[in-house]
Every structure is written in structure tokens, then in C-alpha cells.
């Protein structure tokens, strides 16, 4: 199968702006190439079978302040019309976040050299001080017991470099307590709803609207040995009766009623948008037991106020606010009687 790449330059104060735009409007992925984190790896000696000549000297004509993102579409998908919304959109963007000089460009790739790209730059890291996120092709000695999480970028997003994931994360690390019944909203690769049940969560629900990212949640939680406490289904927190399971779909109504048994979710788990979780915080409120925790990230700091107002509208209590570059993340408390 072949793919559209498209190839942005851009400032790195907006590029995590610039991925959420572009996985929402349907790239099968988005790779990040961060002068920083490469700089980084040649220092700790972790890049030498990657590093170059070539590859130093674009770095330096680049700067530091400069990201390169790698985004891919389907070759179903007419270039020339993506590229004008491609356009429409950063410029968009441009009018609340600085894109510096922006550069966009597209071409054809193979999924083998969709593969390759990424095992140049993708390296293990943690996530917080106590987990690892390592790719399968890579050997990590675990000399400190981490809790180790295997991801294989493919073409799913949600590897956990992004600043919301690494967020959400360390906040899942701090709340989540052992035999907690988890949502995650919008679960994407499924890398929250692995973290959460490797910290100790008894039973994980994982939503997306997508159903390529639900199997992919499946996919990942199965190879890191945690499937045997997940539910992954298709839907939206607020519509129920619309869920659907890729794998059986005969067994999703008793998947949620198994889930739900013994009541509301303990802790839900959102790393989307501002706008959409401003939106679902009703469905919050009917899911979550009272005093639970709701965890969200996704908002950019221009609409932190508005969706702390919605939510105190809603009786909930912010216990905490956590902002990384121009991202936050917020906990929020449900009443203790609804």
C-alpha cells in the first residue's frame, strides 16, 4: 500500500497543534522529528547506527526552535484538495500559536519506508519516572524494575511523545489507585488504557470514534499482556447503545454490562480537545461515581478557563492544573452526591 506523505516544517511551539489537525482530519499517523531529542540521543550515545553527516547538517540548517512533522494519508485521497485544507487549517492555527516559517510539501511513500522512518528516530524514553515506552525492535535492560509498555509507532498515533500523553500519564501515575474501573476516552493507540491497567486498574473501558484505533488499541493491549482487562469498543461516551466491538459484535452489550456491573467508572481518562471536552461533560457526570476522577488533556491554554467553567457548572472540583508548552492538563473531582 502506498501513502501521501505530507512534510511540515513548522515552530515547535505549534507542532503538537499542527498533529492533533492533522490525525483529525484522518493521517494515519504523524512522526515527529524534534532536533532536540535527536541532539539528545547522539549526546547519550543511544543514535549512532542513525547518525550521520547528512542528518547533523540538517539539524544545524534547521535550529532548535524548528520541528519537522511527517503526517500520512491514504493515496486514496487527492493531494491537491489536502493540501488547500492543509493550508486553510495552519492558517488557522497561525491566528493563536506562532508557526514560525512554515514549509509544506507531499509525496508518495511505501508502508516499508513508513516503517523505517520510524525505527531511525523512535527510541525507548520514559513516560514518567516509573514507565518505559519502548518500540518491539529495540532492547531495553530494565535495571530498576520500570514498568515496561511496548509501542510500535505503525500507523496509529499516540506513541506517548506527545505532551498531552506525557501529562495525562504522570497524572494517571499520581491518582489511579490499584482495582480502579477506568474509561479512556478517545483511546487512540491505547497507551492510557495500557498504562492504567499495568498501574493497577482492575477493569479499562477504551472508547474512539475510530475503528482502525480501536484495533489498534486491541492490538497493543494484547501484545503487552493486558487484554484480559480491557473492553475496546467504537463509540462515544455519551451514546451507549451505539457502541460496537470489531472483533464480536454480538458480545458488546454484555462487555457493557459486565463493565458497568457494579456501578460507575472510578477514574475517566481523556486526552482529546477542549471543545469536545467541554461537550461531553454530562456524560461525564452519568459515568463517573461520585468523588471520582476525571483526567483530561488535549486543551490548549487559550480555553483552560473555559473548560474549568463548564465543569464547576457541572459541581465538579479542579484539584489540579498541569501545563506543559502551550498544553494542560486538568484533574477534576465529581460531586460527592449528584
Known amino acids: ?16 497543534a499542527i498533529s492533533n489537525m492533522l490525525m483529525s482530519m484522518g493521517s494515519g499517523g504523524v512522526a515527529v522529528q524534534d ?15 542513525y547518525v550521520d553527516e547528512k542528518l547533523l547538517q540538517e539539524i544545524d540548517n534547521m535550529g532548535t526552535d524548528t520541528v519537522i512533522l511527517k503526517s500520512y494519508f491514504p493515496e ?45 528516530y523512535y527510541k525507548p524514553f520514559n513516560i514518567t519516572e516509573r514507565i518505559v515506552i519502548k518500540p518491539s525492535w529495540e532492547d531495553y ?3 530498576e ?13 499516540g506513541t ?37 491497567a499495568k498501574l493497577g486498574a482492575k477493569k479499562i473501558l477504551a472508547l474512539d470514534i475510530d475503528i482502525e484505533a480501536v484495533k489498534v488499541t486491541i492490538n497493543n493491549c494484547r501484545h503487552n ?20 466491538s470489531p472483533l464480536n459484535k454480538s458480545s458488546c452489550r454484555k462487555d457493557i454490562e459486565e463493565f458497568f456491573e457494579h456501578g460507575k467508572a472510578d477514574l475517566i481518562v481523556a486526552n482529546i480537545i477542549a471543545s469536545v471536552i467541554i461537550d461531553i461533560s454530562n456524560d461525564v457526570l452519568q459515568h463517573l461515581k461520585p468523588g471520582g476522577l476525571l483526567i483530561t488533556s488535549g486543551i490548549i491554554k ?14 465538579f472540583e479542579c484539584l489540579a492544573v498541569t501545563e506543559d508548552g502551550e498544553w494542560v492538563a486538568i484533574v477534576f473531582k465529581c460531586p460527592d452526591s449528584l
Open 1 to 16: 500500500m502506498k501513502w501521501t506523505e505530507i512534510v511540515i516544517k513548522t515552530n515547535r511551539e505549534a507542532y503538537d
Open 35 to 49: 532536533p532536540l531529542d535527536i541532539m539528545e540521543d547522539i549526546y547519550s550515545g543511544r543514535a549512532n547506527e
Open 76 to 120: 486514496s485521497v487527492n493531494s491537491a484538495e489536502l493540501m488547500q485544507l492543509i493550508r486553510e487549517k495552519l492558517n488557522e492555527i497561525s491566528e493563536f500559536l506562532d508557526v514560525g516559517d512554515l514549509k509544506v510539501e507531499y509525496s508518495e511513500v511505501n508502508d516499508e519506508d513508513w516503517a523505517n522512518n520510524w525505527k531511525k
Open 141 to 143: 535492560e530494565n535495571k
Open 145 to 157: 524494575g520500570k514498568i515496561i509498555i511496548e509501542m510500535d509507532p505503525g500507523m496509529a498515533f
Open 160 to 196: 506517548g511523545t506527545h505532551e498531552t500523553t506525557k501529562m495525562c500519564a504522570n497524572l494517571l501515575e499520581k491518582y489511579i489507585q490499584k482495582e480502579d474501573k477506568v474509561i479512556d476516552v478517545g483511546s487512540g493507540s491505547g497507551i492510557l488504557t495500557i498504562i492504567a
Open 225 to 244: 499482556g493486558v487484554m484480559d482487562k480491557v473492553v475496546a469498543l467504537q463509540g462515544t461516551l455519551g451514546d451507549v447503545e451505539s457502541f460496537q
Open 302 to 315: 487559550s480555553k483552560k478557563e473555559m473548560v474549568i467553567e463548564k465543569y464547576k457548572e457541572n459541581k
